[in-house]
């Protein structure tokens, strides 16, 4: 399976200011997702990262404060804007293993980026 | 996405017990993932159920894909302390995306020696 790789592993923010999480895959991946994992909860859809196009997103998260890039098939980014305290979480970077499938694929995950807001 | 609903929130067994935890959903489901998440890192897939009635090990884990098509089980056999870390079931997501996941609450399993 493909192995990613997310920088920062973890960092300490102050509020108000932005952080660029990056996501590097050792090959080309068709689907690649940002993930959620707020303290103690499950892992939650931010966005499908499109590589070309803007990003996909889901219920509840917006472009102003999550931009993705993804620059070509191996790379994304997502920067967490203007952030508060709310926003700590462990952010995770997800592509589909195999061939994709419609239904649910397997995924495979980033060790993620730990963000404490101050 | 669908509600995904997983049970027990979290456990406490001594090690050598077997566990079992389940995840029932809102909807039918044609794929149940079964994941682990050791602390600091994501999670990693355990097993994958394609078919209801199916029942798939991976060493000391077994999982089942019900009849039902709305839930599935895992169990783990003679408990290990390195067996510790939140289990999530994930089925297909509804969402923006067809292809991504939809995760349970989580597990979380602690193994005393």
């Known amino acids: 399976s493909a192995v990613i790789s997310q920088k920062p592993s973890r960092d300490i923010c102050q509020r108000g200011t932005s952080l660029t999480i990056q996501c590097q895959v050792d090959?080309?991946?068709?689907?690649m997702f940002w993930y959620r994992q707020q303290p103690g909860q499950s892992l939650t859809l931010i966005a499908t990262?499109?590589?070309?196009?803007?990003?996909?997103?889901e219920s509840g998260f917006v472009i102003d404060k999550f931009p993705i890039s993804r620059p070509n098939l191996t790379f994304s980014t997502l920067t967490v804007s203007n952030m508060s305290p709310e926003d700590s979480s462990i952010y995770l970077c997800?592509?589909?293993?195999?061939?994709?499938?419609?239904?649910?694929?397997?995924?495979?995950f980033g060790a993620g980026s730990r963000l404490t807001v101050l | 996405g669908q509600q995904l609903n997983q049970s027990p929130q979290s456990m406490f067994i001594q090690e050598g017990e077997d566990v079992s935890m389940n995840c029932t959903s809102s909807?039918?489901?044609?794929?149940w993932l079964w994941y682990k998440q050791d602390p600091g890192e994501g999670p990693v897939l355990l097993i994958a159920?394609?078919?209801?009635?199916e029942l798939t090990s991976n060493g000391r884990l077994t999982a089942q894909f019900g009849i039902t098509r709305k839930d599935s089980f895992l169990n783990i056999s003679a408990s290990i302390p390195s067996d510790v870390g939140i289990y999530f079931c994930?089925?297909?997501?509804?969402?923006?995306?067809?292809?991504?996941?939809?995760f349970g609450k989580g597990t979380s399993l602690l193994v005393t020696p």
């Open positions: 990262a499109n590589q070309g196009s803007e990003a996909t997103y």
């Open positions: 997800s592509v589909v293993q195999g061939n994709f499938i419609s239904g649910a694929n397997v995924l495979t």
């Open positions: 090959s080309q991946v068709t689907m």
């Open positions: 159920l394609y078919k209801a009635g």
């Open positions: 909807s039918i489901f044609n794929t």
């Open positions: 994930a089925g297909p997501t509804n969402s923006n995306s067809g292809y991504a996941l939809n």
